[in-house]
């Protein structure tokens, strides 16, 4: 019977009240979420494996994880993805959307930061994490030919690839309420002759321009994103948990043997 109520109160302390003082789009895409049935649902699944289980040596990591996977890959897109990029212009939103997929179980951990090595490695033996991080590097890759080394019709999917990678074991999250800089919860500075890879991997979330543009280019779409699709289903060709085989990039290839020539690539 606690966790019927428990997630329930959960979502308050993580969203805030929507009486609270200055409204904000974090808050908005959050009482959207509430609206539908089956974005609450699956909110509730994960607030409740990653908050209402939580034990006090520590957190059901791989439960919380997966519900994150459930609710980016079952939810209405227009609302997961408006729940992830909310755009914010204070601290206090910031923050709310920093802690919305509770970074103390999904996201960070107890101790300092492990090496990015560590989620790397995990990454590259797991079937679930591999194909949605060289999804990644392929759809937010920059692109030398385009004006600005972007291509402007990638970013949807490049916001894609990204969500598909929160509730693995290189889950990102936004590092600090201060900006909207993006980043895994890992160092480079215990990688030692890796260390290149290393900061080729982490380069690919904190120095890269066109992930950084693709959240401006979904700020700049926020009112339609929200108010035309409240009530969308998805279609199933869409869902993040699928990879497409026709992508060259992704078939074959090894996260490892390809991130030191990304790290030579002009990710600025």
């Not at 929507?18 to 994960?46: H, I, K, M, V």
């Not at 260390?195 to 979904?218: H, K, M, S, V, Y």
């Amino acid at each position: 019977m606690g966790l019927c109520v428990a997630p329930a109160m959960m979502l308050l302390l993580l969203l805030g009240s929507p009486s609270s003082a200055g409204r904000n789009r974090c808050l908005d895409a959050a009482e959207a979420c509430t609206e539908d049935a089956r974005c609450q649902r699956l909110r509730t699944e994960y607030v409740a494996q990653c908050l209402g289980r939580a034990a006090p040596g520590g957190c059901p990591r791989a439960r919380c994880r997966r519900a994150l996977r459930r609710f980016f890959a079952r939810g209405p897109p227009a609302l997961t993805h408006a729940l992830l990029f909310c755009p914010c212009a204070n601290a206090a939103c910031a923050e709310r959307r920093r802690q919305t997929f509770v970074p103390a179980c999904a996201f960070s951990g107890p101790g300092p930061a492990p090496s990015c090595l560590a989620p790397l490695d995990a990454c590259e033996h797991s079937r679930i994490c591999r194909p949605r991080l060289l999804a990644f590097q392929a759809s937010c890759a920059p692109a030398p030919s385009a004006p600005d080394g972007c291509l402007l019709d990638e970013a949807p999917r490049c916001l894609r690839a990204y969500a598909g990678l929160v509730g693995t074991a290189v889950t990102p999250n936004y590092v600090d309420n201060a900006s909207a800089r993006v980043a895994p919860w890992c160092d480079c500075g215990a990688s030692g002759n890796r260390r290149e890879e290393c900061e080729a991997f982490r380069g690919l979330f904190t120095r890269n321009r066109c992930l950084d543009g693709a959240i401006q280019a979904f700020d700049g779409g926020w009112p339609p994103i929200l108010q035309d699709q409240l009530h969308v289903h998805q279609d199933p060709e869409h869902s993040l948990v699928q990879v497409s085989s026709t992508d060259g990039l992704l078939v074959g290839s090894s996260l490892l043997s390809m991130l030191p020539v990304l790290a030579h690539q002009p990710l600025l």
